[in-house]
């Protein structure tokens, strides 16, 4: 079992900047990969980024040089710093894990770009 949960969301004025965190139940190095995802009202749930177990890092086309997923496996957190804001990066934020067959999600934190 691993629980996550996320924090560090808020509202925030588009060209701003927000660092979610990730905590993790247990070493962040026995899970496959640690993603975020978002997902608002309208779309469906998308992944933003993801890091394996190796450190590789992925990203969605639309926040690229944007955003940057990290971990610290010292606190078994990961991170999603997020620059240059816009509105359509409002959304609520996941956090989603997988260890071994089993895929785990934390419960969300919203995000919101507006002036």
């Known amino acids: 079992q691993v629980q996550l949960v996320e924090s560090g969301g808020g509202s925030v004025q588009p060209g701003g900047s927000l660092r979610l965190s990730c905590s993790a139940s247990?070493?962040?190095?026995?899970?496959?990969?640690t993603s975020w995802y978002r997902q608002d009202p309208d779309k469906r749930r998308e992944l933003v980024a993801g890091?394996?177990?190796?450190?590789?890092?992925n990203y969605a086309d639309s926040v690229k040089g944007r955003f940057t997923i990290s971990r610290d496996i010292n606190l078994n957190l990961v991170y999603l710093q997020m620059n240059s804001l816009k509105p359509e990066d409002t959304a609520v934020y996941y956090c989603?894990?997988?260890?071994?067959?089993?895929?785990?999600w934390g419960q969300g934190t919203q995000v919101t770009v507006s002036s």
């Open positions: 890091i394996n177990i190796g450190g590789d890092t």
């Open positions: 989603k894990a997988t260890h071994g067959p089993r895929v785990y």
């Open positions: 247990r070493n962040i190095l026995s899970l496959s990969t």
